[in-house]
């Protein structure tokens, strides 16, 4: 019997996408082999993270690399080495609720649920333009003394409404002020890991290291400038800090690490074969279903590249079709909307699941 069995939990096929609901990506063995490895000593863990930290770094061509325990982890580091800069006094002014009123500027367009966290590192979030556009004079306008930091969310996604990242880091540094890049899920391609910073000059790029990446769940990323870096590291666990709560272990160190080594030497390119004949060979076993529209998207739900299936029901709701993957065992995982849309996606799936996916929903979907 399985721990989860045990516990009466039943698995789910995760044609959705890294959902930390879901419970992110699934590791690979060498990952958890690595952490495995890594319960089994004392070691320093300040002297792991620089270590670690600095093989990232060079890996992916970046001037520093701190590994933490999740995205929303690393906006919240990233805000607080801003206002900080790692000094301790203010550090300490913001312990004691003394410290200088600190803003985050951000485009309307590219909010998302995750902007809470420039709120846990005590920054006002303040933004710019609207749904539909943005202009240069409207971020020129909110940049002024209190400004800590400009947040970009870089899904394409979240584009169209916002200055592009090359206008929007030119007019920051124009003013001094850092950019960070929150890149959570914009992997792949492999090149974002140093694209936004050390080709299009942002200070500070995060990522997750529980979704593409297939690290532990609760690990993440954050690369960039070398300063910026080391006042994360003033901020953060194990020092008894602000941060002290994003304590990433020794374990979630080295997955991490293994993680990005691995991600680095993949093929990728076959894993988008890999990907594009799952999506394929789903488009034609939906063919002639007459209660919906069936595509192909090259674009996932987060703004990357990566394929999957588009339905568009001509009847019903989506949640009708979701209803009924979900009373399956194991239950099937799709994206949906609250309308007539559901995307399958190959990408999170293990070996064996992409024709239990297409039965299922041949069998859920309206006739
Ligand atoms: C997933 C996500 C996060 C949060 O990532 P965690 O690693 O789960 O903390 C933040 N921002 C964006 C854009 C995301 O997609």
Redesign the pocket.
Known sequence: MTLYESLGIKTRINAAACY?ALGGSIMPTEVVLAMNDAAKSFISLHELQEKAGARIARLTKNEGAFITT????G?VLSILACRTRGDLAEIQKIIDGTAKPSEVIMFAGQR?P?DSSIRTAGADLVTVGDAIQSFDFQLEARINERTTAIFF?A?AHLASAALSLERTIEIARKYSVPVIV?A??QLPPVSNLWRFTAELGADLAIF????ALRGPQSS?LVVGKSELIEAIRVNAAPYPRLARGFKASKEEIAGLLTAVELYLNRNHQRDWQGWSEIVDGWVADLNGRTSCAIWRDDVNE?GQPTPRVAIKLSSGTALDVVAKLQALDPIVEVVHDSRRMIWISPDSLQPGEAPLVIAALLKALPQ
């Open positions: 930390t999740g995205a929303a982890a906006i998302i995750y969310c899904g929150d959570a899920a997750s290291g529980g979704k993440g987060a």
